[in-house]
């Protein structure tokens, strides 16, 4: 497993004594994140029994055909992710709800015998209400279908907290852990993303050996790119107003990390007050795309809108064996295709990931490459902790926090004030002086 780090142009010389300072700084973090590790990095090196437990858990659920993942946020995007990226083909095999429209509800369920299908309800806190509405809605359905809802659904939860684990208690369903010092979008090397890793028979041992090896890599190199992108990251935000982070990956494979980045990215470092409870509004915007289809959409303001964006561009080595060859009637078909004969597919698609970088870097925009020479289950799990350990290290740069998200709660006190739970009438009140009622809007046509 390789993964390299190239930073692209070097920062303007204005900056280069700034630099060494937050590379400093950020040297000394990585020095107390060891001394004193987050929950994300602890589970690692705990993380092989739990391997054990999912792989047990995984053949467990053998004789269903299908395993639905019930959970939203972090409580579901690490699973989307190991799935798109390891296993694609068994898109059918694990499905993933990450989100309450009926529409989408209804056609998955629908689509799925009760007999054959098994659930994994994830929620930390185990009181999410989108998520208690998921497994409401399907544990009915399978009641209805005549099934026990203990043989169907593995709760995964915190070990002692919260409604779901009273559940587990009280009518003996499987249980999976969620370690209390890991918040939920920090989650996926726990059984959140391994026990769908294991579904899918990749060996979650092998998603944390990578994710391990990265860890070790930045903790005992102290001049580990990482740190060094990070620190760029930081002074172009500040001085260049590039307050934009791009994740633009050249796989399709890698498309739902470029979905789970934007989340742990804009979720951990999107804060009003910083650690001293100052008001700041602090953050960075994430932006994910996916190379060659973007070319044709995002790209046009990449190169030529607001310089507001700094650019990480996720690529695959070379090209796959076999090459994928186009076949040799590319002259037959239009003169004007001829240049496209004798190539393969994987040649275009390397050729426009090289151009959509040189272009960029052409057009005076900060680009960043990340190559990786397969992707394997080592590789994914390197890249979760790569992403996990930037975003923790940016935070310490903007001092905020990155595992609190204070911001969500007024919103959803307000839906709970509107589906009746008890007291929230009187918080919304607190919040916005009355409970405010929704206008229709002017008639467009
Ligand atoms: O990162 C987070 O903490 C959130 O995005 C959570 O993952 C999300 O809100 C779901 O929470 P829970 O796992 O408690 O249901």
């Known amino acids: 497993m390789t993964v390299r780090l190239d930073l692209g142009h070097p920062l303007a010389a ?56 019930l959970g939203i946020g972090g409580s579901a995007l690490g699973a989307r992710t190991v799935r798109d990226a390891l296993a694609p083909e068994f898109a059918a095999r694990l499905v993933v709800i990450d989100n309450i429209d009926p529409v989408t509800i209804v056609r998955t369920r629908d689509s799925l015998d009760p007999k054959s299908t098994a659930f994994f309800v994830v929620s930390k806190s185990g009181s999410t209400a989108e998520t208690a ?132 990215w804009g979720e951990s470092l999107g804060k009003k007050l910083d650690r001293a409870g100052k008001v700041v509004h602090r953050g960075s915007t994430p932006l994910a795309a996916v190379g060659a289809t973007d070319q044709h959409s995002l790209v046009q303001l990449f190169a030529e809108g607001p310089a507001d964006k700094q650019f990480l561009i996720l690529g695959l080595d070379g090209a796959r064996a076999p090459l994928t060859p186009l076949g040799a ?71 905020v926090d990155p595992y609190d998200q204070p911001g969500v709660e007024a919103g959803k006190i307000i839906a709970f004030a509107r589906m009746g739970r008890a007291g929230y009438e009187e918080k919304v009140r607190e919040l916005l002086g009355e409970v405010a009622e929704e206008t229709p809007g002017a008639p467009l046509f």
């Open 329 to 399: 009637e590319a002259a037959e078909l239009s003169a004007d295709f001829a240049y496209l004969e004798g190539h393969s597919i994987d040649e275009l698609f390397e050729a426009e990931r090289i151009g959509t970088i040189q272009a960029l870097r052409a057009a005076g925009r900060p680009v960043a490459r990340l190559q990786l020479e397969k992707l394997d289950a080592a590789t994914l799990g390197a890249l979760f902790v790569f992403f996990e350990l930037a975003t923790v290290l940016a935070a310490d740069l903007l001092d």
């Open 133 to 264: 509405a998921q497994l409401i809605l399907f544990r009915t359905w399978l009641l209805e279908a005549g099934c026990n809802p203990a043989e169907h659904i593995t709760l995964i939860t915190d070990p002692k907290n919260g409604p779901l684990r009273a559940l587990a208690t009280r009518d003996g369903y499987s249980t999976l852990e969620i370690p209390p010092r890991v918040g939920g979008r920090f989650s996926v090397l726990t059984p959140v993303g391994l026990l769908p890793a294991a579904v899918l028979g990749i060996d979650p041992a092998e998603l944390l050996a990578g994710a391990r090896a990265m860890w070790h890599a930045v903790r005992d190199q102290e001049d580990h790119p990482l740190l060094d992108w990070v620190a760029g990251h930081a002074i172009r935000a500040e001085h260049a107003g590039q307050q934009i982070q791009v994740l633009m990956s050249y796989s399709d494979r890698l498309s739902t990390l470029g979905d789970w980045f934007a989340q742990l």
């Open 14 to 69: 204005v900056h280069a004594g700034l630099a060494r300072i937050l590379r400093e700084k950020l040297q000394s973090t990585v020095k107390s994140l060891e001394a004193s590790p987050p929950g994300f990095l602890e589970i690692l090196d705990e993380g092989d029994s739990v391997a054990e437990r999912c792989r047990e858990e995984a053949a467990r659920l053998q004789k269903f055909e299908t395993v639905v993942v």
